[in-house]
Each structure stands twice: as C-alpha cells, then as structure tokens.
C-alpha cells in the first residue's frame, strides 16, 4: 500500500545523507514498516539507515527483517564492524537472538561469542540446545518474575523496573527460590486488586504451563486453546525456565500450516519463504518426492505390463485407465487431506476415535463410488457399449471405497508408527491406488468379459 | 492428558448432586479445560453443570465449547429457560456472542432478541450486520477507551472502571468526541510513565488499524505482522468501531489455513471440524469436486478416443500412459502448492514479482522434466524399447514442463481475476494436465514413430 511512497523518500533521504531525516523517518513508523520497506534495499543502505538510529529502535528494524536478510548483515558486520554487531546482539530479544545464531555455523557462533558479555553467552548457549522444533527453541528468557510474599503495591513497583527489558509483564510468573513456579496473576488482575493485598491472595495456582521438550506445534496449540497472551515453559522440575509469547505462537501455527501444505503437494518443507528458498534447493526438496512417485509409476507400469494380453483384446481398456486411476486418487486425496488436518488440529492430545471416523470413510467411499461409477457407466456405454460400461462402473466404485479407505487410514497409521501423518501426500496416496487400481481394473475386466489366452 | 482423570470426577459429583463439588472444580480449573471435560457429556448433564456455577463461570464455559455444543444447549434454554438463556447472551463477550448468533436463522435471533437489553441489542444488530468473512464478524466492541487530554494517573484510574468488562485493557485507544480514532497507548506505557504525564504526550499518533470490512485473513496478517495483542478497527470516516484481538486472529489463521488444506485437496470449505460435520454434508462437498474431476476425466477419455488407431497400432503405449500423466499432475501439483501458499502468506498486498515466479518455475520445470525423462527412458527401453523409450522420455520432459508453469500460473490468473487462487487444487491441476498430456504423448509418438492411417 503506502510503502510504495515510503521507499522513494529513504532513498531520496539517503542521496542527501539527511541523517536526521531517516532518524525521524525511523521514530515515526512501526519498525515493522520500516523492516518492509527496508526490504527491497541493498545490505550497505540498510546498515547506513539503521546507522542514523538509536541502537533500541536498530535492533527493533532488525528483529523484523527476514533471517535471511538478518544473516546478511550479521556477516557484513562481522567483516567490518564487530562492534556494531556486538552492541545489536546484546540488546536483540533472547528469542529472535537465538533464531537468528542457529542459522550460522557453531564456528560462527563462536566466534562471535566473545563479543557477547557473559550471562547473555550462557543464555544464548542454553537456548542453542534446545531441539529445533521444541518449546525451548522459541521462548524467550525475559519474563516478569515476582516472588509471592509481596503486596500488590510493591509488586507494581518492582514490575516498573522489570518493564523496560522484559517481552511481556502483562503475564507476571510467581516463583519460590529455586525458581519453581508457584502461581501466575496478571497485570489485569494487579491493576484492579486493592494496592495492600498479598500476592498469594491474588495468584492462580492452577498454573497451565508447557515443558522445555514439548513440541512447538503443542504448544502454539495450549495457547489458542486458553487464549493466552504467553505461556510459562517449565523443566521437568517445574522450574520456570522461559516463556513463549502470543506472536512467536501464531508464527508456529502458520509454519506448521505452511509445512503441511507443501507435504500435501508432495514438496519437503522449505526453512524460508518461497522466494527466499534458493533454486537448487527447491529442486532437490521437489526432485526427492517426483523421483519416488515415478518410481510408484514404474511400477503401474510394470503392472500393466502383466495384463498386455488384455490390452491388446480389450483396447477400448485405455479409455477409461485415466478416470478409473484419477477417481480412486481423487477420492483418496479428499480423504487424507481431511485426516490429516483433523489429526493436526483437532486431536493433538486425545486418543482420536479410529473406528468411528473408519465407519465415516468406507459410507463416504461407498456413496461416492456409487456417484462415480453412475457416470463411468454413462460414458463407458456410450463410448463403448453396455458391458463395457459396467466394467468401468465397478472398478471406479470399488476404486473409489479402496482410495477412501486408504487415504483416511494410512496417515492414521503413519502417526502410529511415529511419523508425521501429513507424509501421505496427495500425490502418493494418488501413486498407491494408480497400482492397485490397475490390478482392480483388469481383474474385473477379465470376470465381465471372459479370460484371454496369453498370446 | 488429564481430562481423561477428570471426566470420571465430575460424572461421580453430578451422580451425587454434589453442588458445591461441582462449583469447585469449575473454580480452580481454567474455563477451557472445563470446556474440554464437557465435551464428552449430554446437553441435560453440561445444563446440570454449569447450573453450580456463578454466571459469570458458566459464560465463560460456554463460550470455550465447540459452537455446535453451544447451538444445542442454547436451543435447549429456548424452550425450557429462557430467563437463563437472557442472562448467558447478556453476559457473553460480544464476538462469542455474534459468532452463536449467526449461526442462527433470522427467526430465532429475533425471538432472542427481546430478551436482550436494548443496548447489546444494538450490538447484536450492528455486529450481524458485517459479512462473514470481515474483520467487523470477528471484532469485539468492548474495547478500552481513554479521551486524550487526560493524565496517566487519571487514565489508570479509569482503566480500572472500565477493565472488568472489556476484552483487553492492555491496549488502550484515545478517542475525540467523534470517536475518531486519535492514538494508542499500551498498559505498559502507561504503568512506566510518570502520573502526572498527560496521555497526549505519551500516545503514539501513528496508529496501524483495519477498515470493518477488510477480510479477516488480512487482519490476521496485520496483528501477525506487528506482533500486536489487539488491532483497532475503523469505519470509512476512522471512526473507533472495534478491536480484534489475537486469540481471534489466530483462529483466523487455523481456519484459513484449514479452509486452503481442504481445497487443496479437492474439498469445498466446512464450517465445523471433520467430525463435527453431518455425513450429508461432507458428501455434498466432496461429491461437487469428484463430479467435476469426473467430468475433466471424461474429457481425457474422449481425447484418447481420437487417438484409438494409434493406440491400436502401438499397444505398449498403456504401460506409461499413468506415468507420463502422473509426472504432469505431480510437478503441476507441487509447483500450485509452493505458490497458492506463498500467495496466501508473504504476498498479500504488495505486487507479486509475476515475472521472477515464472522464469523460476520454468527453469525448475525443465530441470525436473529432464530428471524424470531420464527415470522414463531407461524404464521405456528397459520395456519395450530404445525408441518407445524416447517416446516416453521427450513426452515426460515435455509434460512435466508444461505442468509446472501451468501449476504456477492458474493461481495466479485466478487471483487476477478475483477469484480464490486456492481453488486450483492438486487433483484440478493434474486433470487439467492429464488432457494435454494425452495429446503431447500421442503427438509424439506419431512424430517419432510414424504417423498410423486410421482404420
């Protein structure tokens, strides 16, 4: 929208070198406008706008660049201004600090370390280790703590002094001395409390929380479930060890939905956003998967080639090989997308209700078949002749039950097994019953239509 | 986890009319987690329930369980308590309250509406109003409020008048006499400024809102983009009408990214979740799409019918006639897939760099094409022979080509031509390239093995 205009004005500013005007340029914007438009420039301009600013609202800009840029310019100042580079990973959040350092080589991260003043370099080497996809790898490490013995006036106070670093103090963590967490209140709740009460008066002890090791998608899900602003992340100690925020949550969820949507189309999930993704990269993520769906084609072939003696008598058969496979994987695909997204969403925790949704499936491929086959017969009759027609009826009915039941079981399985349920592609469920449709097709060919000698 | 512990519990209490036990347990646990545990339970028993409870604890309840639950129990307090039922809509927060509602048809919610004060009446009225899909349907109006030339310690103490029943004081928007929307000031601010500083200073003037009726995948993306709790929402004169706050916007983008999974598959949109959708219905919208892939089936069969005497003439062209096809649909599939995402998530306002997409996809679809042209001519030969194997090899290439950018640019016409990009599903995509396909791999055949005189 409007930052069509906002990009020829920095420029303009920056022909001028008119410092003070890109400094107000920065003040005035969300610096998530300015990270937009800040976009299109090249790496130098960057670092010179960023340079005309105070160092909160630099690192404010950079927080809202996208990694790939971020890294970029982490590499431009590591050549030529170590200095620079060491002020912005001090004062940057401890979350997107950590996002940002797993994209670099552990000798990278080394090396920079040592710019880094010492509690920052134990919190950023804790939060390295956490596994990619678990809480610990998106929380951050700069809550609002109270202790509980305190009234609600001081806790005002001390929470003043918090304010300045801490993500949030909207949620404010009750924790004894060895950090356990004892109970939560909210600033809602301190606000509207009477200044002389106690905390333990006033804080929930039935605390919802989530473990370090639990996985990110989980906990994206708590959050939506509760409507929480943030969630505290625990040990398996239940000493508060972090929190994950309302925003990081919503990243998640749309990482999650994105991963997912690119494994229905059968792509290996991309670490950044289409466009950012390298070419050989997405070749080799889209390659893997065609490479073994035509592996599965080879083997419909190898299939067909068992039954080239009813080929070759029945040859009206190729008419209708496309819509008999394409029905069962068509069917199959609206199956396992509704599995999937169900399994993903509704039923993160409870043991899902296999027999009832196997029950839906197999009506569902039984009416759908029966639609199906009705027009296959249609056409098959009128292209071919009556018998011809039936054949064809059959096998899309029997096709279409089989793709139904398999695309609704095996992600199911899959998630039995340990394995992520959205493996099971559109495109490979459509490979499983391209073969075992074949199989159907001719088998029922032979019954209708008689057996043929091998040649 | 739990829930499980938990359901036995309180089925014990109802059993043994156990009042305040139940008051209890509705007390200590979070409102979603009770919710959760009356999922399982009859209309009649979750009535019983929630009658232990003060009516506050019961709204909330209400308000966590799924919207089919809360349409059954609402019909149940039509008939049998509508004194309850006045109380429940009264006291719902106002977008839980207009989602229920518009489930509703027009004459229940005119019966309902008498039971409701004039004022929420209004509410209701001007909330329903808004189309589905806009950021006015998912808006709350109980919003903080502050006039502008007041004093932080003034604005506090008003924060706390007004803080019992507005979805969130933690953003706060400063309004003139014509409600036009004038600043904004986080809670934090406030608590960190001194008391005495007037709220004109410390407001930021430059406030990021949304119009009502801009579509709520764009609000989502707004908060998502400025890490916001809550966005203000504005009427065409920037008049203050609502705020939409983050739980919201995160189910905005669970649903559109469940609503993008579903098409993608071929399944026109649900409203409720997998299994709380009627059979009937889920045949309704699986059939549409079945019937219409059935139909571009059909196309490709009458296509191969103008092939037949080729067919005839070169039997062996069944065995890869699955395999050229798929490869097509495949690389079409993933090519809609990585783009109708990407159009959904990083590109909703600015200009899509149409170009660059296109010279990537095409440079993409030759790398593959050639890969699988290789996998297809050993597999040719290795079958039949050197030049069938070419046959499959040029046809494959050819396919797999023309499948990617035909998968890469549908989307994006769609979108040019206003209508959803993710419509263009993968099984949609694979029909579309299965009728080219046929004529490319008949074309070539002719072209390489010699033209065949018809009957």
Redesign the interface.
């Known amino acids: 929208?409007y930052?069509s205009l906002l990009k020829p004005d920095l420029q303009q500013m920056l022909i001028e070198t008119d410092h003070s005007g890109v400094s107000e340029f920065c003040d005035?914007?969300?610096p998530?406008?300015t990270a937009?438009v800040l976009e299109g420039f090249e790496v130098v301009e960057i670092l010179e706008v960023l340079n005309s600013c105070e160092l909160l609202k630099q690192v404010q800009i950079l927080e809202f660049l996208p990694l790939p840029l971020q890294l970029s310019l982490v590499e431009d100042l590591e050549r030529n201004d170590r200095k620079r580079l060491s002020r912005w990973l001090e004062e940057m959040s401890s979350d997107d600090r950590v996002d940002l350092l797993s994209r670099l080589s552990d000798e990278q991260v080394e090396g920079l370390l040592p710019l880094i003043a010492q509690a920052e370099r134990n919190d950023i080497r804790k939060l390295l280790s956490f596994p990619e996809e678990s809480a610990g790898a998106i929380m951050t490490t700069e809550y609002a703590l109270l202790p509980e013995n305190i009234t609600v006036r001081d806790a005002?106070e001390k929470?003043?002094k918090q304010?300045?670093d801490r993500e949030t103090?909207?949620y404010v963590y009750v924790i004894d001395d060895g950090r356990h967490l004892l109970g939560f209140v909210s600033?809602?709740d301190l606000?509207?409390a009477k200044p002389e009460t106690v905390l333990t008066e006033l804080m929930k002890r039935?605390v919802?929380s989530v473990r370090v090791d639990d996985d990110q998608e989980f906990v994206a899900g708590e959050?939506?479930?509760?409507?929480f602003?943030a969630i505290p992340v625990v040990d398996n100690q239940n000493r508060l060890v972090g929190i994950v925020t309302?925003?990081d949550?919503?990243?998640v969820?749309?990482e999650e939905?994105?991963e997912?949507?690119?494994m229905?189309?059968?792509?290996a999930p991309l670490e950044d956003?289409?466009?950012e993704t390298p070419?050989f990269t997405?070749?080799h993520k889209?390659?893997i998967?065609?490479?073994i769906?035509?592996?599965?084609?080879?083997a419909?072939?190898?299939m067909?080639?068992q039954y080239?003696s009813v080929?070759?008598a029945y040859?009206w058969?190729?008419?209708?090989?496309?819509?008999v496979?394409?029905?069962g994987?068509?069917?199959g695909?609206?199956s396992?997308?509704?599995?999937?997204?169900?399994l993903a969403?509704?039923d993160q925790?409870?043991q899902s209700?296999h027999l009832?949704?196997a029950r839906?499936e197999l009506?569902?491929g039984l009416?759908?078949g029966t639609?199906?086959a009705l027009?296959?017969f249609s056409?098959g009759w009128m292209?071919v002749g009556k018998v011809e027609g039936i054949v064809v009826a059959v096998t899309v009915a029997m096709v279409v039950t089989l793709g139904t039941c398999s695309g609704a079981m095996l992600p199911i399985l899959f998630r039995k097994f340990g394995m992520d349920p959205a493996l099971m592609s559109?495109?490979l469920i459509?490979?499983i019953v391209?073969i075992l449709g074949?199989v159907i097709y001719y088998s029922v060919a032979i019954l209708l239509l008689g057996r043929v000698e091998p040649g």
């Open positions: 929208m930052h005035v914007l969300h998530a406008v937009e005002l929470l003043r304010a300045p103090i909207y600033l809602r606000i509207l039935d919802i959050m939506q479930k509760y409507n602003i309302h925003d949550a919503m990243d969820l749309e939905a994105t997912d949507a690119h229905a189309g059968a792509v956003s289409y466009l070419l997405l070749l889209r390659g998967w065609l490479g769906l035509s592996s599965a084609a080879v419909t072939a190898a067909l080639r080239e080929s070759e040859t058969m190729i008419l209708f090989l496309p819509l496979l394409a029905s994987g068509n069917a695909s609206q396992a997308t509704l599995i999937i997204r169900f969403v509704d925790q409870t209700p009832r949704l839906r009506i569902m009416t759908l639609f199906l027009i296959g056409f292209f559109n495109p459509a490979a391209d074949v």
